[in-house]
């Protein structure tokens, strides 16, 4: 058994809640929590240098298994956001990406996302390609 811990990447980006995120009780609507997610989760593959049009163009897509979101304390319209990302990286069928949103140091909502590697053409999944998880890997701190 390997007692190695699996390396973690993290990243964060900033967002401003925008006066369209916000429902009639003034509060960020809960459903743009799982966009915060995607935003986050395209900026640390951005970031980690595999952006979604180079996994896209290679044939492959990532689309969602699993989402799940624990709200904490509501975001307003104007507030500074920042989206947490972080992926342990581990080579692996599916991929789970740990979401933190945070107002200052307030932790607002939390979750995670379980992904699923695809074949683009037959729309089934496939193994995972191992250079993924070693850009990912380059990356980590």
């Known amino acids: 058994m390997d007692n190695t811990a699996a390396p973690i990447i993290r990243h964060d980006y900033p967002y401003r809640v925008r006066y369209a995120d916000t429902d009639r009780m003034e509060y960020m609507y809960n459903g743009h929590y799982l966009r915060l997610f995607e ?19 290679s044939g492959l897509l990532l689309p969602v298994l699993e989402a799940h979101v624990v ?7 104007d507030d500074l956001l920042t989206i947490e990302t972080s992926c342990c990286i581990r080579y692996a069928a599916t991929l789970r990406l740990d979401y933190r949103i945070l107002r200052g140091s307030e932790l607002i909502a939390e979750g995670y996302t379980v992904h699923s590697f695809v074949s ?6 496939v193994r995972p390609p191992r250079w993924f998880f070693e850009r990912l890997l380059q990356v980590a701190r």
């Open 120 to 125: 683009r053409q037959q729309r089934r999944a």
């Open 39 to 57: 935003i986050g989760r395209t900026e640390l593959l951005r970031w980690a240098g595999i952006p979604y049009v180079e996994i896209e163009s």
């Open 71 to 77: 709200y904490r304390s509501p975001a307003y319209y």
